[in-house]
């Protein structure tokens, strides 16, 4: 799949209700509008080159949602990386102001506006990021929270002059996580990173697990940081192309004889509280299951539904405690049966 189809897909998933009110509404004018409002959901992402190419993005508040792209490029954080080496300190606080955002469409106070020429300021604060050492994969992702800062506003316009203010959003704050995508590779000199996208994701927290999309693998392979074969199964599991819920991989076990078969990611507690594990998943029989341990004991599991080729449905979302220093393992697994289980877009949040 394309970076272009991608996106759109992540679009439409942050935008969720708000776009399907779109696609059926007539178009409708709204009086000014204003009021402070906390992004909760949506994103946004530079791809290919941060110094030519302008953002795609989304959000979703209190009473407002929005999609915009075009405009000018911006200041992207992560483009130090054009190569870097392990080690090296890349600076991820990102800024978009004026016409960068672009135009686009929006849903504010029940009302839908299209087109709105956007303006504004959006400043994302973050620390900078320290690329790993090489794994050997073609793929990296490296991720730190952000924070919107107070001084973030977003303004929207009927006209392309941005004349005539149709809403402003004051202060527009929220929280999330940056996420550098980097491809590895090997030159003359030894092994060395390169930008790809970045991408700042509003949520409730970090995703603390490394590759939860699967999407750094070459498929079939699998392998630390990130998911692991169980090897106390009789078949491994592997990444995969054939399934995926979203981008172009996905995480699958699948046996035409009667074997069984898992996956797994370990990762440290960070802190002690509650912790938020989803997992996308589905299946063409009964028996397989996701869940997690903490320090080797089951804490949550859900069964997978039989939903059938691609069919992931709604996500299996649980909830557990663990304390500083616990070792979280995330898992699936699947029963000696023919067939398959099948896993996509993985998270674990820890405590807010």
């Known amino acids: 799949m394309s970076t272009g189809a991608l996106s759109q897909i992540r679009v439409s998933r942050a935008l969720g209700i708000a776009l399907l009110a779109i696609a059926s509404a ?4 709204t009086s000014a ?5 906390i992004a909760v959901g949506g994103y946004l992402t530079v791809f290919g080159n941060p110094d030519q190419t302008p953002p795609l993005w989304t959000l979703v508040g209190d009473g407002f949602s929005v999609l915009g792209s075009g405009g000018d490029i911006g200041n992207p954080g992560g483009g130090g990386c054009r190569p870097c080496v392990a080690g090296s300190r890349i600076r991820m606080s990102g800024i978009f102001t004026g016409v960068t955002l672009g135009s686009g469409l929006a849903v504010v106070n029940g ?14 604060h973050a620390k900078a990021a320290v690329m790993p050492d090489f794994d050997g994969n073609s793929w990296r992702n490296v991720t730190v929270p952000f924070n919107l800062g107070t001084d973030s ?6 006209d392309s002059l ?4 149709l809403f402003t959003i004051r202060p527009l704050i929220g929280t999330g996580t940056a996420t550098l995508h980097l491809s590895q590779f090997v030159s003359s000199s030894g092994p060395l990173y390169e930008f790809v996208s970045v991408t700042y994701s509003f949520g409730p927290g970090v995703n603390l697990l490394e590759k939860s999309g699967f999407e750094e693998y070459t498929s079939p392979v699998l392998g630390v940081p990130g998911w692991v074969s169980d090897p106390i199964r009789q078949t491994p599991a592997f990444s995969d192309t054939n399934q995926p819920y979203s981008g172009a991989n996905n995480g699958a076990c699948f046996t035409s004889d009667l074997l069984d078969c898992g996956v797994y990611q370990e990762v440290t507690a960070p802190s002690t509280g509650t912790y938020t594990l989803t ?5 063409d029989r009964d028996g397989g299951f996701v869940g997690a341990n903490v320090n080797d004991a089951t804490v949550v599991y859900s069964s997978v539904e039989v939903r059938g ?19 979280i393992r995330v898992w699936m697994y699947s029963p ?7 896993i996509d877009d993985v998270s674990l949040i820890g405590p807010q």
């Open 153 to 158: 506003i977003l303004q929207g316009y009927a």
């Open 309 to 327: 080729f691609r069919n992931y449905g709604a996500p299996y979302t649980m909830t557990f405690q663990a304390t500083a220093g616990d070792t």
């Open 26 to 29: 007539a178009v409708v004018t």
């Open 33 to 37: 509008w204003a009021q402070k409002s």
């Open 111 to 124: 009302a839908l506006i299209r087109p709105v020429f956007f303006a504004g300021q959006l400043n994302f």
């Open 279 to 283: 997992f996308y998943a589905t299946s």
């Open 162 to 165: 941005r004349t005539q203010l």
């Open 336 to 342: 000696p049966i023919p067939g398959y289980v099948v």
